[in-house]
């Protein structure tokens, strides 16, 4: 079993929505008994809070369910649990190896670092575009997911 977990700030916007967006895909494509997949935050800002609500409406809207969630923390305890931190900005891969330390470092990537475009995905919470991180999250989990597969791993 190939375990992944999605990081961002506070786990309330991106990392929720690429939870859910990835579990969806994995449901159709019939994986989802191979790979589980999880979302955390790298701050403390926003533990035990809900997904925000313009992720819960844009995927009520793109007709994906959204996984049952509140945030959490990632901690130092979580380098073993995982096969792949996946976070949606360079401040989320700093803050991840600050917690796990370097020795997950070849762990540790961007979503969209799997694209033909490697890039960094918008923060909603300041931008208040959630289409265009519903996108880039899209874009992302394709890709990680082709990725898997293409590799093997799946």
Do not use: Q
Not at 62 to 90: K, N, Q, S, W
Not at 103 to 128: C, K, Q, V
């Amino acid at each position: 079993m190939v375990r992944i977990v999605f990081v961002c700030h506070g786990n309330i916007c991106r990392s929720p929505m690429a939870e859910s967006v990835f579990y969806h895909m994995l449901v159709k494509r019939g994986l989802n008994d191979r790979i589980s997949v999880s979302s955390a935050a790298a701050h403390t800002d926003e533990i035990g809070n809900p997904p925000h609500y313009g992720t819960r409406e844009k995927l009520r809207r793109e007709g994906i369910p959204l996984v049952p969630h509140r945030a959490v923390l990632l901690t130092e305890a979580d380098g073993e649990r995982y096969d792949y931190f996946i976070g949606m900005d360079d401040a989320n891969v700093r803050d991840m190896r600050r917690i796990l330390g370097e020795e997950y470092g070849d762990r540790i990537f961007r979503l969209l670092d799997f694209s033909a475009a490697p890039r960094a995905i918008a923060d909603p919470w300041y931008t208040g575009n959630f289409d265009e991180t519903f996108r880039d999250v899209v874009e992302g989990c394709e890709t990680l997911l082709n990725r898997l597969e293409n590799d093997g791993k799946i």
